[in-house]
């Protein structure tokens, strides 16, 4: 229900939200570009939020180790519902589930993209410019 309420944002700001888990060697390497990136922008303006989808018996254990060895500051959102099939479609209906993915969306302006795959911080920076 959470994640719903975000991809309804009315508000006129570039939400940038990345699916990863600790678990995929692609996200871990391109999560340093996102930390890094995001500081670079205004948090009114651009904000940033991972979707870990670890499973839930695991916070303990590996996501917040991993957060904290790796120095990640942004907000993190774990997904509880392990129904994948019951909100994929909502995030992107061309999602067939790999990871890592990143949807860029400002509802106020209708402006949407989703990235299927790994970003580093040229195509990062690249895609928020083209967005805001």
């Not at 303990?60 to 907000?75: A, M, S, V, Y």
Request: include cysteine; hydrophobic fraction near 40%.
């Amino acid at each position: 229900p959470e994640l719903e309420a975000i991809l309804k944002a009315k508000d006129d700001k570039l939400y940038v939200i990345n699916f990863w888990a600790t678990w995929c060697p692609p996200c871990v390497k391109e999560m340093p570009h996102f930390n890094k990136v995001a500081w670079e922008y205004d948090q009114d303006k651009v904000k940033f939020l991972f979707v870990s989808l670890d499973f839930p018996s695991q916070i303990e254990t590996h996501l917040i180790p991993f957060l904290q060895k790796n120095e990640i500051f942004l907000d993190v959102a774990l997904m509880l519902d392990l129904d994948y099939n019951a909100w994929i479609n909502k995030v992107d209906p061309s999602w067939q589930g790999n990871i890592p993915v990143t949807l860029f969306f400002n509802n106020k302006q209708k402006k949407r993209y989703f990235h299927p795959g790994e970003m580093d911080d040229v195509e990062l920076r690249k895609t928020i410019k083209s967005l805001i």
